[in-house]
């Protein structure tokens, strides 16, 4: 089974469209690392909840919206080699600070599939 990283960012509301062209900008470059795929879902239906949520897990203002994303590997030591040839690029470093979002409140993770049903297979 693939690895997967999964994303929750909260992005100004008016940041989508940069927001959208900043990940496929980005997209050819963890492509040529390996990785197989990236999804990238703008909040559209993200209730409050009454102990946790999407909106306060990551701390969002009402003019932000959650994005919920997610990037396949076709396995976990593809991941860690192209996290670390990123890394060590120096040129990698300046380009992190363009995020147009706070990177301080993304939330992510590495995530081993246990199941998977249907297309994503």
Known sequence: MPYVDG???PVP????EEYRAHE???WPTFQKAGASSLTVCWGDDV????????MRAVGATKDETV????MTWPDKATREAAYKKMMDDPTMA??????????????YGGFEPILMEGAAK
Do not use: H, S
């Open 7 to 9: 994303f929750v960012i």
């Open 67 to 70: 994005v919920f994303c997610w």
């Open 47 to 54: 209730p409050a909840g009454k102990q946790t949520d999407f």
């Open 24 to 26: 496929a900008k980005w």
């Open 94 to 107: 300046g380009a992190m600070n363009e995020m147009p979002f706070d990177g301080k409140r993304l939330i």
């Open 13 to 16: 509301t008016a940041n989508r």
